[in-house]
């Protein structure tokens, strides 16, 4: 299996402390084969990890994270800029704009309690065309990612799981894995679109408090071991 942090931040966005050598020294610390860095608004931002993944060798992909109105958006496998795509839109509108590019965008933490930008929560049922929610958020309480997992088995649709890393040492508490390596981005929107192998969506967290595990597409949150 080949395992994917789909959701994480660094220094080059301005709201993490992650740096790029201890992005690459944690991952691969960790166990992850892989990470795809969000930041807020820009594809572009992350453009460095071009290079420093050729020179580490370890593959690091690029997407960004888009606060529409009602709540937060990944994008993968499209390459927008604040311009393209400014914040606060209607999410139903960006989600159609994401797809009709051919990129993929899944809402994050859609039942995140107290932010101050706001969260879909029950308005997840009225989006359509979603392909995924972010069903495993390491940076969220168990009962905010059961909500989300929940939520993607009553709309049908797949879960996802990211760290929302913004220091070291959240990196790969949660993650998805893949059946088969992901080689490029485009790969990676192919690897959450097209597959019919269950075990795509397996997504799994270590956390301090515990340990969760959920699969997919038998939703069942399990929470196991202190
Ligand atoms: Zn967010
Ligand atoms: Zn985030």
Excluded at 73 to 78: K, P, S, T, V
Aim: hydrophobic share 35%; net charge negative; aromatic share 8%.
């Amino acid at each position: 299996m080949f395992k994917i942090d789909l959701h994480v931040h660094t220094i080059f966005g301005g709201d993490s402390i992650i740096k790029p050598d201890e992005l690459v020294s944690r991952s691969r610390q960790v166990g992850l084969d892989a990470v795809c860095v969000t930041e807020h608004h820009s594809y572009f931002l992350s453009d460095p990890y071009k290079k420093i993944a050729l020179e580490t060798g370890f593959p690091i992909f690029q997407g960004l994270e888009y606060r529409a109105q009602e709540g937060h958006l990944l994008i993968f496998g499209l390459k927008v800029e604040e311009e393209d795509l400014p914040p606060r839109l209607p999410m139903q509108w960006s989600v159609n704009w994401v797809h009709q590019r051919g990129g993929l965008a899944i809402p994050a933490h859609p039942f995140q309690n107290g932010t101050i930008n706001g969260f879909p929560g029950e308005r997840i049922f009225q989006i359509k065309d979603l392909l995924a929610l972010e069903a495993l958020n390491a940076s969220l309480s168990s009962q905010e990612n059961q909500q989300a997992v929940q939520a993607a088995a009553q709309l049908g649709i797949k879960g996802i799981g990211g760290s929302d890393a913004h220091g070291p040492s959240v990196l790969g508490r949660a993650y998805t894995l893949f059946p088969s390596p992901i080689r490029t981005e485009e790969e990676l929107v192919q690897g959450m679109t097209n597959s019919t192998s269950p075990t795509t969506w397996t997504i799994g967290s270590d956390s301090l408090t515990g340990r969760l595990r959920f699969w997919w597409p038998k939703a069942r949150p399990r929470q196991a071991g202190t």
